[in-house]
């Protein structure tokens, strides 16, 4: 029997990165945004778990596209909540 990948994890944003979001204008960095994004949804342990934080927060850095996000995901890493962004 084949196997199923479980597909993407489904990105959602706290209200401070909600706005830190809204609040970049700049396309290069919207694009490089989004890139960190979708290589997040495709695999949500790529970033580095923040040692004593609770509920277990993982921060993704690029230092090509110059992007960090601080994030968590949920038990079954089936979603992942952005809390901060910086582009």
């Known amino acids: 029997m084949a196997q199923h990948s479980r597909g993407r994890a489904r990105i959602f944003f706290s209200d401070a990165a909600a706005k830190q979001i809204e609040a970049i ?14 290589a997040l949804s495709v695999a949500p342990d790529l970033g580095s ?33 952005v809390a901060y962004v910086e582009a």
């Open 25 to 38: 204008t700049n396309e290069a960095e919207i694009h490089a945004l989004d890139r960190a994004l979708t």
């Open 49 to 81: 778990p923040i040692p004593r934080s609770q509920p277990e927060l993982r921060e993704y850095a690029d230092d090509v596209d110059d992007v960090r996000v601080i994030y968590f995901l949920t038990a079954l890493r089936t979603v992942v909540i």
